[in-house]
């Protein structure tokens, strides 16, 4: 049986992040996911928010990794192709109470090395945001967007051009150490491997459990989001944010621009029992829009197109206000067992730096040498982003280029095969809207599900009946009708 130097439990941004920094070493690594893809947790529905760092308390983990990954992922953004856009973000203060907090923030983010603060008067705000309606302003010029789920798929496909393994739909159910090695025994099959790294986000607490009494909980808390269609995208240029909520331990309700130009409105923060609970509330739609009209008088309510929620892995509990700091440890009991626990917000951002880190935690255990030969795969510029000569000439080499089957965001039919072969091997409706955006627009998959499913039929050989929303066993077909009552 293969042995595998190190077992990442997780394919959220943090596994593929630590697999992207570890595939720079010679090591035999596995990546185990439970979902058909990776991004498919806490890690596809958040904010998209690189962010600055002057929110979390100085010398705290969650300072540090936020600030060096603001950074990390900068340079990784030119070096991978992802996009990623500085757009900077305003803290706003409503009151001239509030008006008191933003300067807590400003000297916090000062403590913590943020760069670039400002305390802006309304007058100036408006100046570049005339619909947000505010007393005062903190100006974060470096905090930034990106597409988590881009940005996490383009980590996992470099870790994997650079050999590490992906193995999906593979839920790990227990895991023993015998002597030296793991035994991993997973819903189809056992792996061993000299280390193991659990990343696996609001499941962190079942690895452990796996070994050892945990001494902490998981406190999930939901937070859902309002889509808006791309036709507002001028109501902002930057991102607005509330003064934080320090009861709940979280940022507040903010409006944040998309890198495609939709405008989010969100997360709400409500804390449940269930961290698979992801439903999204006909109350919590009213109370994020009335919030986002405060800011925003002229927000139509037509305007939102789709919602969706994504759940927090907090370790503070909601009746000490909701905060804790980052656990990135070695189990005190089983030596080789890395925990990351409460990797909730920011820890999109704080990926990069948190993956380095683990590097060096592993460098404790395993002698590291650098491959000598590294691959870059860099993410491709969409279709419709090309300059009218470049799509020619596509549509010359090619008439599945030419051939539109997203109108809503201008998708080609040759994206979507490409889509559907990328390395990873994930092949849904889900791996499809994650890598070209069909079925993200205004029509939310009207028009190009039936051309999705087309395509998966033609050119890949999938049965209707075994087309996937995402996961194993989430099929979306039973049969074809017409076909049906022919039978009869
Ligand atoms: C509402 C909200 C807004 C946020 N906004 C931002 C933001 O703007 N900026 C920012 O920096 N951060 C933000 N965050 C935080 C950020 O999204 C998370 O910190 C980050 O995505 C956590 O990544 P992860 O890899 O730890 O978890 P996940 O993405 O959840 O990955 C864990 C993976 O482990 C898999 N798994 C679990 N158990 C098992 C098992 N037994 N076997 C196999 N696989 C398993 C899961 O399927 C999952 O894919 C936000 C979070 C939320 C909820």
Same mark, same amino acid.
């Given at each position: 049986m293969r042995i595998f130097d190190i077992a990442i439990i997780g394919g959220g941004v943090i596994g593929s992040a630590i697999a992207y920094e570890l595939s720079k070493f010679r090591l035999d690594i596995i990546v185990i996911e439970k979902?058909?893809?990776?991004?498919?947790?806490?890690s596809k529905a958040n904010s998209g928010v690189i962010h600055?760092?002057?929110?979390?308390?100085?010398?705290?983990q969650k300072a540090k990794f936020c600030v060096e990954g603001n950074q990390l992922i900068q340079q990784l953004a030119k070096t991978l192709g992802f996009s990623y856009k500085k757009v900077g973000k305003y803290v706003i203060a409503k009151t001239q109470n509030e008006a008191k907090e933003l300067k807590n923030l400003f000297k916090n983010g000062k403590k913590n090395n943020v760069v670039g603060l400002e305390i802006h008067q309304s007058s100036i705000i408006n100046n570049k945001e005339p619909q947000v309606v505010c007393e005062e302003g903190l100006w974060v010029p470096s905090a930034g967007i990106v597409l988590p789920y881009e940005f996490t798929i383009i980590l996992a496909e470099n870790a994997l051009i650079n050999n590490v393994y992906f193995l999906f739909?593979?839920?790990?159910?227990n895991i023993k150490k015998n002597h030296d090695y793991f035994h991993i025994e997973t819903s189809s099959n056992s792996i061993q491997s000299k280390l193991v790294i659990n990343?696996?986000?609001?499941?962190c607490r079942e690895i452990v459990s796996m070994f050892e009494k945990p001494d902490f909980q998981i406190y999930p808390c939901r937070g859902e989001y309002l889509v808006l269609d791309? *036709?507002?995208?001028?109501?902002?240029q930057s991102m607005i944010y509330p003064i934080p909520d320090k009861e709940k331990g979280v940022l507040g309700i903010h409006l944040t621009p998309t890198i495609e130009g939709n405008i989010l409105i969100g997360p709400s923060a409500e804390y449940i029992d269930?961290?698979? +609970?992801?439903r999204t509330t006909k109350k919590m739609m009213n109370i994020l829009f009335d919030e986002a009209k405060i800011i925003?008088?002229?927000?139509? $309510?037509?305007?939102?197109?789709n919602c969706f929620s994504g759940i927090r892995c907090k370790l503070g509990s909601p009746n000490e206000g909701g905060w804790a700091d980052y656990r990135i440890e070695e189990s005190r009991t089983t030596k080789g067992l890395i925990n990351i626990l409460?990797?909730?917000?920011p820890g999109l951002t704080s990926a990069p730096a948190i993956a380095l880190h683990i590097v060096k935690m592993i460098s404790n255990h395993i002698d590291l040498q650098r491959k000598q030969e590294f691959k870059i795969l860099r993410k491709e510029k969409r279709f419709s982003e090309l300059s009218l000569k470049e799509r020619n000439n596509l549509i010359v080499k090619n008439p599945q280029w030419g051939r539109i089957i997203c109108r809503c965001e201008h998708v080609s039919e040759a994206e979507v095969i490409n889509a559907l072969s990328n390395p990873l091997g994930s092949q849904s409706i889900s791996s499809i809207k994650y890598r070209c955006?069909?079925?993200?627009? $205004?029509?939310q998959g009207g028009f190009c599900l039936q051309h999705m499913v087309r395509i998966l039929e033609n050119?890949?050989?999938?049965?209707? *009946? +075994?087309? *996937?929303?995402? *996961?194993?066993?989430?099929?979306?077909?039973?049969?074809?009708t017409r076909e049906h009552v022919h039978e009869k």
């Amino acid at each position: 049986m293969r042995i595998f130097d190190i077992a990442i439990i997780g394919g959220g941004v943090i596994g593929s992040a630590i697999a992207y920094e570890l595939s720079k070493f010679r090591l035999d690594i596995i990546v185990i996911e439970k979902e058909g893809d990776v991004a498919s947790g806490t890690s596809k529905a958040n904010s998209g928010v690189i962010h600055s760092g002057i929110n979390s308390p100085p010398g705290s983990q969650k300072a540090k990794f936020c600030v060096e990954g603001n950074q990390l992922i900068q340079q990784l953004a030119k070096t991978l192709g992802f996009s990623y856009k500085k757009v900077g973000k305003y803290v706003i203060a409503k009151t001239q109470n509030e008006a008191k907090e933003l300067k807590n923030l400003f000297k916090n983010g000062k403590k913590n090395n943020v760069v670039g603060l400002e305390i802006h008067q309304s007058s100036i705000i408006n100046n570049k945001e005339p619909q947000v309606v505010c007393e005062e302003g903190l100006w974060v010029p470096s905090a930034g967007i990106v597409l988590p789920y881009e940005f996490t798929i383009i980590l996992a496909e470099n870790a994997l051009i650079n050999n590490v393994y992906f193995l999906f739909n593979t839920f790990v159910k227990n895991i023993k150490k015998n002597h030296d090695y793991f035994h991993i025994e997973t819903s189809s099959n056992s792996i061993q491997s000299k280390l193991v790294i659990n990343a696996a986000g609001l499941n962190c607490r079942e690895i452990v459990s796996m070994f050892e009494k945990p001494d902490f909980q998981i406190y999930p808390c939901r937070g859902e989001y309002l889509v808006l269609d791309k *036709k507002y995208s001028h109501l902002i240029q930057s991102m607005i944010y509330p003064i934080p909520d320090k009861e709940k331990g979280v940022l507040g309700i903010h409006l944040t621009p998309t890198i495609e130009g939709n405008i989010l409105i969100g997360p709400s923060a409500e804390y449940i029992d269930d961290t698979t +609970d992801k439903r999204t509330t006909k109350k919590m739609m009213n109370i994020l829009f009335d919030e986002a009209k405060i800011i925003l008088p002229d927000l139509p $309510r037509n305007a939102v197109i789709n919602c969706f929620s994504g759940i927090r892995c907090k370790l503070g509990s909601p009746n000490e206000g909701g905060w804790a700091d980052y656990r990135i440890e070695e189990s005190r009991t089983t030596k080789g067992l890395i925990n990351i626990l409460g990797i909730e917000s920011p820890g999109l951002t704080s990926a990069p730096a948190i993956a380095l880190h683990i590097v060096k935690m592993i460098s404790n255990h395993i002698d590291l040498q650098r491959k000598q030969e590294f691959k870059i795969l860099r993410k491709e510029k969409r279709f419709s982003e090309l300059s009218l000569k470049e799509r020619n000439n596509l549509i010359v080499k090619n008439p599945q280029w030419g051939r539109i089957i997203c109108r809503c965001e201008h998708v080609s039919e040759a994206e979507v095969i490409n889509a559907l072969s990328n390395p990873l091997g994930s092949q849904s409706i889900s791996s499809i809207k994650y890598r070209c955006r069909a079925g993200m627009g $205004r029509c939310q998959g009207g028009f190009c599900l039936q051309h999705m499913v087309r395509i998966l039929e033609n050119e890949f050989n999938y049965d209707i *009946k +075994d087309i *996937k929303l995402n *996961k194993e066993g989430s099929y979306l077909f039973s049969g074809r009708t017409r076909e049906h009552v022919h039978e009869k």
